[in-house]
Structures are given as C-alpha cells and as structure tokens.
C-alpha cells in the first residue's frame, strides 16, 4: 500500500493543533454521513445511513502528545495506517498527516484511485479540525 502526506502550516501552537487534531469526533464534521465513538484504544468512523454503511475501526497503537500519534486500520472493510505529526513553526505548528489505506475487495489496479480519494478526504478533515 503506497501512502499519501498532507502537510499544512498553521497559525497555531503544537499543543493547540494537536488538541484539534486528534479530537476524533470532530474528524466526522468534515466526512458526510459519518460519525465517531471514541473506544476504550481509539475509535470507530461509522459512514452509512441506517443499516446500510460500515464501520472503520482505529486502534492507536503509538501517542506521544502533542507530537505524533500513529493509527492503524483494522475493519472489514478499510483496513491500512494513519501517522499524525506536529512540529512547531517559527509562526506556528506544521501538522503532517501520513495516510496508507485499503478498501477490501478493490483491484490493486485501482490504488491510484485510493490515494486520489484519500488525499482528497483527509485534506478536507485536515482543513475543518484546523480552521
């Protein structure tokens, strides 16, 4: 799985970036038809409505406030890893956000198209969770 980086400079401390950041449920501002229950190691994104949708499970398995945190994919149906790093700027923080995902059941062929959508995805979150 060949992954994405969005990288984005703010006008915010680290620690003010990173409370953003990694406040999961506002994640789900930013994705239609999405919502986030925090869980006892990390969370679960539910995209659907009613009955139809799936869950996408995410483990953090690496936290070093407010510096990096590592997630890691394990649904049904998404399955791969996310890194979030923040580093403090002259003016700021820079926020990096590593993402490296697969939807099961999709060609590898269509990888291109995973990364497209991924960039264009978590670009937006990374935009709403920082404004």
């Known amino acids: 799985m060949e992954g994405i980086e969005i990288v984005r400079e703010v006008p915010l401390t680290p620690d003010e970036a990173w ?3 990694t406040d999961w449920p506002r994640h789900a501002q ?11 190691n ?23 406030p407010p ?9 049904r149906v998404v399955t791969g890893y996310a890194e979030i790093l923040v580093e403090p700027t002259a003016t700021g923080s820079r926020v990096t956000w ?4 697969h939807v099961r059941g999709v060609p590898r062929a269509f990888a291109g198209l995973e990364r497209w959508s991924s960039r264009l995805l978590f670009g937006r979150v990374l935009d709403d969770v920082l404004a």
Do not use: H, W
């Open 19 to 21: 409370a953003r950041i």
């Open 30 to 40: 930013a994705v239609p038809l999405t919502t986030i229950q925090r869980t006892s």
């Open 42 to 64: 990390g969370f679960v994104a539910r995209t659907g409505v009613g009955r139809l949708g799936f869950d996408d499970p995410m483990r953090v398995v690496e936290n070093d």
């Open 67 to 75: 510096r990096y945190c590592r997630l890691v994919k394990d649904g």
């Open 98 to 101: 590593r993402e490296s995902l």
